[in-house]
């Protein structure tokens, strides 16, 4: 279904909508707030990005969005009061009708922007946003005191209510979206793939795990590199893990995980490649995908992309990866559209990768095709720009 089919409300026709979001680099906040202004477009609506720039901001404009700059990555207190006054004359010049927050220092001075001007707020809540102080837990809340509060999945819905009560009654599940026309397989030509293991230097004979993250600890890329050495040890001696994400200057993290591939001898086999533009490609590529998160996805779309192109996954059974992945014991081990294992644990990461690896093509096949249609019925691009769009609707009827 096209964005414009239907759902796109008469009512949003011609209004103005912002969304404020840090940078538009990688990352699902970002991501999602270019989806959400392309669908905005194609239902007649004016859609801006206030953010201070970033990779994404090309692809924005050649949707129909439009960017303006704007110093939202800040959490320097005095200056998010001055963004919020900025923010204010922008919402008066530009005539916009909702602003869509999606992190949380933007998101402090979208609301003290909004309030006064009686204009319609919106926050998502895209990670679990950890903090135990009373300062932390205070900043962090800016995120529940929308007018409504988008929950990317079930498990972080709960988060929301058990966190911040008050914002029970305002909770919006709206789960990330998948574009399926972008990830789907036929879209993938052999050319792209080669593309791709050249530029990583990925050898003829070499079968890809792909870990498709920051790199960052918790994402889990130690655990990984130990379950390399484990495969190599079972005698898997043709893979070549990829790391593929930025270190957002994480040195002293890129280091550790060199030092370690080399002391545990699995250096020839462990490939850091930094930032993928071509992911369809690169889930086309890789044998296996691989999310070994330490701690909670409050979403994870690595895990629904890979699995609308039909590749493998294997996943930490943490957060919102239930809703993702179905793995036994919730369905049969005939149903499975992955598999789900205990975090930190680089044993379990290599038999589970080692399954994968070893399916048989009658498997694979019927497997792929299942994780697809779960991804269509559940995941879809179509569905999360629809309920967002039918959310403002809702806010700004309201607001009459």
Request: charged share 20%; glycine share 8%.
């Amino acid at each position: 279904m096209h964005y414009a089919d239907a759902r796109s409300p008469a009512e949003l026709r011609g209004r103005t909508i912002l969304q404020i979001v840090p940078e538009l680099d990688a990352g699902g906040a970002e991501r999602t707030a270019v989806d959400i202004a392309s669908g905005l477009v194609q239902a007649g609506v004016r859609a801006l990005v206030a953010t201070e720039g970033g990779r994404l901001v090309a692809e924005l404009q050649a949707k129909g969005g439009s960017w303006i700059p704007f110093p939202a990555k800040t959490k320097n207190p005095f200056s998010i009061l001055s963004n919020a006054r900025r923010l204010k004359r922008i919402i008066r010049e530009e005539g916009v009708d909702l602003v869509h927050a999606r992190s949380r220092a933007p998101a402090w001075s979208a609301y003290l922007a909004t309030g006064p001007l009686g204009v319609p707020f919106v926050t998502t809540y895209h990670g679990s946003y950890q903090g135990r102080s009373k300062v932390k837990i205070l900043y962090n809340s800016v995120m529940a005191r929308g007018d409504a509060v988008i929950a990317n999945s079930h498990y972080t819905a709960r988060l929301i209510a058990e966190k911040h009560p008050f914002a029970r009654d305002r909770i919006a599940i709206i789960h990330r979206g998948t574009d399926l026309k972008l990830y789907a397989p036929g879209q993938v030509d052999h050319g792209r793939i080669e593309r791709l293991r050249s530029a990583w230097g990925i050898g003829p004979h070499q079968r890809i795990i792909l870990c498709a993250a920051r790199l960052t600890p918790w994402k889990g890329q130690k655990v990984l590199i130990e379950a390399a050495r484990l495969l190599r040890e079972a005698g898997e001696s043709d893979i070549a893990i990829v790391l593929a994400g930025d270190d957002q200057g994480r040195s002293g993290y890129v280091r550790e995980l060199d030092t370690m591939a080399e002391t545990l001898g699995v250096k020839d086999m462990v490939f850091r490649v930094g930032h993928c533009a071509d992911m369809p490609a690169a889930f086309m590529a890789a044998a296996v995908v691989a999310v070994p998160s330490t701690e909670p996805e409050a979403f994870g779309r690595t895990a629904t992309e890979a699995q609308a192109m039909g590749t493998p996954v294997v996943v930490t059974d943490l957060g919102a990866v239930p809703e993702t992945v179905l793995a036994p014991p919730e369905v049969p081990a005939a149903a499975r559209t992955g598999w789900r294992i205990k975090p930190g644990d680089p044993e379990a990461l290599a038999e589970a990768l080692s399954g994968a690896l070893n399916l048989g093509a009658t498997a694979h096949d019927a497997m792929a095709l299942r994780a697809r249609q779960h991804v269509e019925k559940h995941f879809s691009l179509d569905s999360m720009v629809a309920a967002t769009l039918r959310l403002y609707v809702a806010l700004l009827e309201r607001g009459r």
